[in-house]
């Protein structure tokens, strides 16, 4: 189903860029693209497949803090904001040691 999808999409946007056509049928392909786009199927569709791309992301980036290289990633992003809040204090004072 999702290549006949692409397939389809591909022709539509190849038509659209190498039509002479001009306007008049860019319009009605963009017409016909919002009122598939607005059909509560696609809608549905879209809304479950979103759905599960955030718990997908979730499970993923549950299950890497979980494992050796999140605890890793996370100590060294909490050593790498002490050293920068280091950084940033002594950056915001000039010459005359006057703190900003």
Same mark, same amino acid.
């Given at each position: 189903?999702?290549?006949?999808?692409?397939?389809? %999409?591909?022709?539509?946007? *190849?038509?659209?860029l190498g039509s002479r056509a001009g306007r008049e049928k860019y319009e009605e392909i963009a017409a016909n693209? @919002?009122?598939?786009?607005?059909?509560?199927?696609?809608?549905?569709?879209?809304?479950?497949?979103?759905?599960?791309?955030?718990?997908?992301? %979730?499970? *993923?980036? +549950? @299950?890497?803090?979980?494992? @050796?290289?999140?605890? @890793?990633?996370?100590?060294?992003?909490? #050593?790498?904001?002490?050293?920068? +809040?280091?950084?940033?204090?002594?950056? #915001? #004072?000039?010459?005359?040691?006057? %703190?900003?």
């Open positions: 189903m999702r290549g006949k999808l692409m397939f389809i %999409t591909g022709l539509a946007a *190849g038509f659209v693209a @919002k009122k598939v786009w607005e059909h509560p199927t696609v809608q549905e569709a879209a809304g479950v497949a979103q759905a599960q791309a955030n718990k997908l992301y %979730t499970e *993923g980036k +549950d @299950k890497l803090n979980q494992s @050796k290289i999140g605890e @890793k990633l996370h100590s060294a992003s909490t #050593s790498s904001s002490t050293n920068s +809040d280091l950084s940033t204090s002594s950056a #915001s #004072s000039n010459s005359t040691g006057t %703190t900003y």
